[in-house]
């Protein structure tokens, strides 16, 4: 079975940081490209980042620009986010989710076609 797991989430304060990853079962992660979104309950879900399947071209929205970091570790099969100065408007659900492809431009979602169940972050004092 497809599946795709984040997790390193949790609680921070303000300024605090947090490291999420995503792995896969069923298949190889390295042979996609992958985003990171976040969802707030009542909003839009927001496209926060997104790596080709290399690791060589990323694209981060301008809301985290800065702060977020893209990366994979293809020896780990695993997908980095790594989130610095947290701030109270970070706080959300974070899914990670499998491109179509290995090449992705940005985080349209109709380019993903699986998703995890998401991991949550909370930033507050």
């Known amino acids: 079975q497809l599946q795709l797991v984040e997790s390193g989430g949790g609680e921070v304060q303000p300024g605090g940081r947090l490291r999420l990853s995503c792995t896969a079962s069923g298949f190889d992660l390295n042979d996609y490209a992958v985003g990171w979104f976040r969802q707030v309950p009542g909003k839009e879900r927001e496209g926060v980042s997104c790596?080709?399947?290399?690791?060589?071209?990323?694209n981060v929205a301008n809301s985290v620009a800065g702060r977020f970091t893209i990366s994979r570790d293809r020896t780990k099969s695993t997908v980095y986010l790594q989130m610095e100065d947290l701030d109270p408007e970070d706080t959300a659900l974070y899914y990670c989710a499998r491109g179509k492809n290995k090449y992705i431009t940005g985080t349209t979602e109709k380019n993903f076609d699986s998703w995890g169940q998401g991991t949550q972050v909370t930033v507050s004092s």
């Open positions: 790596i080709s399947s290399s690791g060589k071209t990323t």
